[in-house]
């Protein structure tokens, strides 16, 4: 008859006295937990907030159930007629303005709106009003645009040589975030006073948009479907309410997939630690198991102890991480809060944060029940000589919980993910990784006891620690590999990010970019910049827009109405761009295929369109494209292709046309400026705007800044989430090491008592990390390169410009760094007693 079970309370009351009340010998455990439970609640809680707010706001963020786009036109009255049968509709414009008082100038997002505006909320300004579309005469300024100025409520000033007054200092408007990126900060004026300032001329660069509130219980998708149908060639873009603010979902969504990626590498890396943590432990407390298995303790006895402490440390680390998580999240929240729709304050979501938990207790039974399954499993005898006898794995008991949390992992990654496939390849390649790193400890321990053996007696002797009984070498490797591998990975993203902000962002670039310079006074506007500063080069071009409807063979072209998506990188086929026309080649353009029709070409209308782009469609010289220009298609056949220098910001368009082609419609000229340096920059600029006061004067320098901090905070956020796995592999890295201590305090010993001095045993240990650390090293470059290129390439799209010599420069520093913490942890080996450590074995 078999002894019964001790009961779960007596179990858990010789647990608690047996747990100290710090944790000793558990701490690894709680710190792998707490990285990496807090890391998935902070990034499920942030994430989740933000998505369920643009989700949830959406008809306010885009001011109505869908909007209309067109450029350079109005809505037709057919077209107006269409959307009013919809619902209530709000229409305005939008372009690039200079306002000016005095002698200060500024470009500004002029938005002018109707009195119907806004459809949903109401705008706040700053002295507490909440208010609609201003009155005639009147504008509503941002707090930038009115410091600019240095103008008040009450003050007067200019758009387009058109006075105005300052009507109020806006809060809050309730559309921003759908407004996209601006040149400028923004005015708000009435819908008429465009046209009354001579700014909506034909030719202007200008985009009218429509919002439409739909009937309750109305689908805006069928809404957008109907007027697709009704006006294929119109060239209108659309967006609807559960897209309210597509650039801000994407960034969100990405982002928020490589932070849960980075969470679940700090957890898979935890779990190494916790796994080494644990056996620890379990070595630790081996006289304890051998004494309650000779007091009459079963193996069942023993595993309920023992499972008992080590769920209650895991409990206890994840609980931490869960708080610490939820309480960082409102200094995110603050931090984007002006970027993106996320409520200030405590943010609570009990679904991620029940998957935060489950993700660490999963992990931990994962990489904790090996060693815990080890120690019931043999007689008390076999752990009093385990030191001199070493026990062996309970590798095929342990398969059952180690494969089942894996698949419980596996299940809940896949349930919960945006992206299954990302996901599913990560976990994969987490296991692969793995086992690799499990088969190169295997091969090394197998190539160290094969090897010659050294002359030295100290070289001799690290090279047996790396597969003598005991030995730690299988850890050692898993664990440095992951830790170096995250040094690699951070030093590779943050100098990736850093190349690509400097390629992205010129450094050089025109001084100033001029929209909306009448074709007409071509001449006058270059002979007052050129009489304003002798030494500046003008540039100006024709600038159209329109939208590609059709591409492709005559007779067989491909409509863009008709595709069901639209990859990525066609992204010319998305709405209108920038058109424009040419009897030369445009400057920073190589023809790679064709050739550029003759100056003064009057024949059959041609096109040169970018080498991308045609690779993309699978163009080929001779076929057609078809655009849609102010509501008029218009074809012309291909007759070239371009490199296009998309690094230099100049004049860049994805298509040129032969001037035959496009030249008869209405248009203006953009204009490039740039001036020597040094030169004083106010005297052109004010001239500029008081000669051309319909034109947006834009200065470059401001656009640089705006663009270089922008892509400054996505390389920010990604550098501190990537620093959640240096920390948890650091974590790991020192748990190793106090793990790989405890082992050689029997061998430390017996070398002190055959006369071993203690720097005989720190150059001992030296020899035997730094062995370990420079076969590594190649393995972590390797690995670490490669994750850092998938979230450089593969998630952000980024281009993949590492600084190699800062990345090994890294790699050498954590070298260095694992050096370090190995000859720390060996400092209170050398410190111990020979007779006291020999009887406390």
Partial sequence: MSQPALPWSTAWRIARRDLSARFRGLRLLLACLFLGVGALAAIGTLTGAIERELKDRGQAILGGDLQVEVWQRRASDAELKAFAALGRVSGGIRLQAMATRGELASPVELKAVDSAWPLVGRLELDDGRTVGAPAAGEAWLSGDAAARLGVKRGDSFAIGGQALTVGGIIRAEPDRLSEGFALGPPVIVADSFPASAGLTQPGAMYRARYRVLLPAGSDPVAAIDSLKAKFPAAGFTYRQRDKAAPGAEQFVGRMGEFLVLVGLAAL???????????????????????????????????????????????????????????????????????????????????????????????????????????????????????????????????????????????ALAMATAAQPRVSATFLAGATALLGLLALLGWAIRHAASRAPRPQRPLLRLALANLHRPSAQTGALVTALGFGLSAFVLLAAVESALDANIAKRVPQRAPDYFVLDVPKDRADAFRLAATQSEPGARVRLVPALRGAILAYGPEGAMTRVSSLKSIPDDAWPLRG???????????????????????????????????????????????????????????????????????????????????????????????????????????????????????????????????????????????????????????AVLLGAIAAARASRLYDNVILRVLGASRRQLLLLQLAEYGLLALLLSGVALALGSGLAWVVVVKLFEFEWLPDWPQVLGVLGAGLALVIAFALAGSLPLLRAKPAQALREL
């Fill in 268 to 410: 898979v890396i935890a779990g190494i630690g916790i796994g080494g943590g644990v056996s620890s432990y379990m070595e630790a407390r081996r006289g304890s198991i051998a004494t309650f298995k000779v007091l009459g303790a079963t193996s069942r006895d023993i595993a309920r102890i023992y499972v008992l402490q080590v769920a209650s440390a895991a409990l206890i680390g994840a609980l931490a991480g869960l708080v610490v998580g939820v309480l960082v999240t409102p200094l995110f929240t603050r931090m984007l809060g002006e970027l993106l729709p996320v409520a200030p304050g405590l943010v609570l979501d009990w679904s991620a944060l029940a998957r935060a938990a489950a993700y660490g207790l999963l992990v931990a039974l994962v990489f904790a029940a090996p060693p815990l399954l080890a120690a019931r499993r043999f007689p008390a005898m076999a752990l009093f000589r385990a030191r001199v006898s070493p026990l062996a794995r309970a590798r095929r008991e342990a398969l059952v919980p180690v494969l089942g949390g894996m698949a419980a992992i596996a």
């Fill in 576 to 730: 209108e761009r920038g058109l424009t026309y040419s009897d030369q080649v445009p400057e920073g353009n190589i023809v790679t295929a064709g050739k550029w029709w003759p100056t003064g070409y009057s024949g059959e209308p041609l096109v040169s369109v970018d080498e991308r782009l045609a690779q993309i469609l699978n163009l080929k010289l001779g076929d057609k494209i078809t655009v849609g220009l102010l509501g008029v298609e218009r074809s012309a056949r291909i007759a070239s292709f371009r490199r296009i220098d998309w690094d230099s910001l100049g004049f860049n368009y994805v298509l040129v046309f032969s001037p035959n082609a496009i030249s008869d419609a209405p248009h203006n000229m953009a204009a490039m400026v740039d001036i020597p340096d040094g030169a004083d920059k106010a005297p052109l600029l004010q001239r500029l705007v008081r000669e051309f006061p319909s034109s947006s004067v834009i200065e470059v320098g401001g656009v640089l800044r705006q663009a270089r901090d922008l892509l400054r905070q996505v390389s920010t956020a990604i550098l501190a989430a990537a620093s959640v796995a240096v920390l948890a592999g650091v």
